[in-house]
């Protein structure tokens, strides 16, 4: 056998050994990815810590973070909110308006008709006494909602109403409310505003239209000045004996009404009631001018 020449053997030696090389490396790599756990791990470990970008397939499928400056949806109403007056709100509202009432004066004639009682029927039953109509010059005086103490009139104005001298038998008097002075002590001794106000009609005054009721005739504190002026029977049950001089004032009873049109130029208002006794009932009917 011929001896090869030394370049060709070293270029074959070459040949042999790159290819023992690379089918090492093969049999090392499939190893290394199916069989070893720690392996594994250490691909993902060092695929986690890379501060490189996403491929193009990441990217491709994860949301975007949310930007701190993109403005969120927000539902918008389709209706506005509706908003409801309180009964605080509606009553001052009703006070502002009564206002251009204080200070406003009435002066007319009040057509007054009353039904006079006593209790000498079969038994001492209640019984129609008499009747009586007549006219009286008038008048209604409208103020600011009185105060006394730490209180103020719950009314949208004070009223006072007259009709006929406070002497004369058929006088009748209205007042809304008063302050009086009683003493800085109650019967236990407590200490109290030596300035009481009492309110003894419920007043509303809306468009215009007055609906007022005499809700407490204050008979109790002795301070009663809702009064209808009327004679009494020198003797009771004996009309033919006559009657005393004067009127006998008689405290009106809750209940009565005082209702009609008010405004700031005229009043046409009509009242009803009885007294406290039971021994008076009458209706008037008032027409007045603003002076």
Same mark, same amino acid.
């Given at each position: 056998?011929?001896?090869?020449?030394g370049?060709?053997r070293?270029?074959r030696?070459r040949?042999i050994s790159?290819? /023992?090389?690379g089918?090492? /490396?093969?049999?090392?790599?499939?190893c290394?990815?199916?069989?070893?756990?720690?392996?594994?791990?250490?691909?993902?470990?060092?695929?986690?810590?890379?501060?490189?970008?996403?491929?193009?397939?990441?990217?491709?499928?994860?949301?975007?973070?949310?930007?701190?400056d993109?403005?969120?949806?927000t539902?918008?109403?389709?209706?506005?909110?509706?908003?409801?007056s309180s009964?605080?709100e509606t009553?001052a509202?009703?006070?502002?308006?009564a206002?251009?009432? +204080?200070?406003?004066?009435?002066? &007319?004639?009040?057509?007054?008709?009353?039904?006079?009682?006593?209790? /000498?029927g079969t038994?001492?039953?209640?019984?129609?006494?008499?009747?009586?109509?007549?006219s009286m010059?008038?008048?209604l005086?409208?103020s &600011?909602?009185?105060?006394?103490?730490?209180?103020t009139?719950a009314n949208?104005f004070?009223?006072?109403f007259?009709?006929?001298?406070?002497?004369r038998?058929?006088?009748?008097?209205? +007042?809304?409310?008063?302050v009086?002075?009683?003493?800085?002590?109650?019967l236990?001794?407590?200490?109290?505003?030596?300035?009481?106000?009492?309110?003894?009609w419920?007043?509303?005054w809306?468009?215009?239209e007055l609906?007022?009721?005499l809700?407490?005739?204050?008979?109790?504190?002795?301070?009663?000045?809702n009064?209808?002026? +009327?004679p009494s029977?020198?003797?009771a /049950?004996?009309?033919d004996?006559?009657?005393?001089?004067g009127g006998?004032?008689?405290a009106?009873?809750?209940g009565a009404?005082?209702?009609?049109?008010l405004d700031r130029?005229s009043?046409s208002?009509?009242?009803?009631?009885?007294s406290?006794d039971?021994?008076?009932a009458?209706?008037?009917q008032?027409?007045?001018?603003?002076?």
């Open positions: 056998m011929a001896h090869e020449p370049t060709r070293r270029f030696a040949q790159a290819l /023992c090389l089918i090492l /490396c093969a049999t090392l790599s499939g290394g990815s199916d069989d070893d756990p720690a392996a594994a791990a250490s691909t993902v470990s060092v695929s986690g810590s890379t501060s490189g970008p996403p491929t193009s397939a990441a990217a491709a499928t994860a949301d975007p973070p949310p930007s701190a993109e403005p969120t949806d539902p918008t109403p389709t209706e506005e909110p509706v908003t409801e009964e605080d009553v509202a009703d006070a502002s308006d206002s251009a009432l +204080w200070g406003a004066a009435y002066s &007319g004639t009040a057509d007054i008709s009353v039904d006079v009682y006593d209790y /000498c038994g001492g039953a209640r019984r129609l006494a008499g009747s009586r109509r007549y010059d008038s008048t005086n409208l &600011g909602p009185r105060i006394g103490g730490d209180e009139e949208p004070s009223m006072l007259a009709a006929g001298d406070p002497s038998a058929g006088a009748v008097s209205f +007042w809304s409310s008063a009086s002075a009683t003493s800085s002590q109650d236990a001794g407590n200490p109290r505003d030596p300035h009481l106000l009492l309110t003894y419920d007043i509303d809306t468009n215009g609906d007022a009721r809700t407490d005739p204050h008979t109790r504190q002795a301070i009663a000045l009064l209808l002026n +009327w029977p020198v003797v /049950c004996r009309s004996l006559g009657e005393l001089p006998h004032p008689h009106l009873a809750s009404t005082f209702t009609g049109r130029s009043a208002l009509t009242a009803e009631g009885g406290t039971g021994l008076i009458f209706r008037l008032f027409d007045g001018t603003a002076s």
